[in-house]
């Protein structure tokens, strides 16, 4: 009971910190509160990493964030400097003959005055470099690639010598690969073939997942949206595309090509509809993980932003109740969705291994 209290509590004060960030956002506006910047903002990329703000005895606000570098490619040049130049998108850059211009995470080339023009539908005209920045996504990446090797390395050190009794660390991670190895690898693909797949599936699983956990910490080092950005989700789909088929039996090839035992009338059919398959796949996956990820982080922002547009703290309680439950549930969707990503991935892979005997 006690430690029950004690996840609540914490619980809380995570909601009640994203209450404080959501605040901060509305009073640093001279307009009417706009909910969808504010989730805009904060399920979008950055090129900064904000660590916290605070507002001092004047009542100005102050942002402390940690600068990333700008890597950008642009007629045959090369340009690197820090975000912090930039100056919270106050700043026009200038490096050689060309300007450069921050707006809304989004750099541009401008003029010496940072003229931003717009064509008849409103749309930014202005030409963009190659942007290939260490963004806020990507630091996050590398912060939960940094956790995942630390993990597995501090664990594998537990298995040299004498066998022992798992304990620590090692206790909680061996379960969690014996699921992953007996009730998704072997289940999905099959116990002569499983092994080949392990290290692909166990990434994929420990990925999807610290990166979950990382993007519902609201304060640094937390707080991205790598797993709900459509780049990664598209990427980790590519690669379950490419493993999948490039490991295709000719099994696999013949019914979807060649349809076997199938009347000739019904494969004009069959058989577009089953080489269509093999990308709708991928981008099932793709769009899963993106929707059910970014669709928690919109949800718990407006139940927040449900304060500042009715403009009443009486709504205040019953909206942090509903985001601490939501954010409860978001922590089992983190882990759900890292086992579906992974489960379905076997199953993609289990399918194109197939051989005739097993028709």
């Keep these: 009971m006690q430690y029950l209290r004690q996840t609540l509590l914490a619980l809380l004060l995570v909601c009640l910190s994203q209450f404080t960030i959501a605040n901060e956002e509305q009073t640093n506006q ?40 700008i890597i950008l ?31 809304h995470e989004k750099i541009y080339i401008t003029d010496a005055a940072g003229l931003i023009q717009y064509d008849e539908n409103h749309q930014i ?15 996050s990446m590398w912060l939960s690639v940094l956790i995942i090797v630390s993990l597995f390395l501090a664990a594998a050190k537990k298995y040299k010598g004498k066998p022992k009794t798992p304990r620590g660390l090692q206790s909680f991670l061996e379960p969690l690969i014996l699921f992953v190895r007996d009730d998704i690898a072997i289940s999905q ?5 499983a092994d080949r797949f392990m290290p692909y599936l166990l990434t994929l699983f420990f990925f999807i997942w610290i990166n979950n956990l990382i993007g519902l910490i609201p304060f640094f080092p937390g707080g991205s949206n790598l ?57 099932a996956l793709m769009i899963r993980l993106l929707a059910n990820i970014t669709a928690g982080h919109i949800i718990i922002l407006s139940l927040f932003s449900l304060i500042f547009v009715m403009k009443s703290l ?20 983190a882990v759900l969705q890292a086992y579906i990503f992974t489960l379905l991935t076997a199953l993609f892979i289990g399918m194109a291994l197939i051989e005739d005997e097993h028709y």
Excluded at 34 to 59: K, N, Q, R
């Design 73 to 103: 490619f642009y007629e045959g040049h090369l340009y690197t400097f820090m975000s912090s130049v930039f100056n919270h998108d106050n700043a026009i850059v200038k490096k050689g003959n060309t300007y450069f211009k921050l707006l």
């Design 125 to 139: 005209i202005n030409k963009k470099p190659l942007d290939f920045s260490i963004t806020r996504n990507v630091a």
């Design 30 to 69: 001279s307009t009417e509160f706009d909910p969808l910047e504010l989730i805009a903002h904060h399920i979008g990329d950055a090129h900064t990493w904000h660590v916290f703000s605070y507002t001092d005895t004047s009542e100005e606000s102050h942002h402390i964030s940690i600068p990333l570098p």
């Design 227 to 283: 797993t709900g950005n459509i780049s990664l989700t598209m990427l980790l789909a590519l690669i379950t595309f490419v493993v999948t088929n490039i490991n295709g039996s000719k099994t696999y090839w013949k019914h979807i090509f060649v349809a076997p035992g199938i009347p000739g009338w019904v494969k004009i059919f069959l058989v577009p509809v089953e080489f269509i398959g093999i990308f709708t796949k991928p981008f």
């Design 314 to 333: 009486a709504i205040a309680p019953v909206s942090i109740i509903m985001a601490l439950m939501m954010f409860m549930l978001e922590l089992l969707v």
């Design 189 to 193: 693909i099959g116990k002569e073939k």
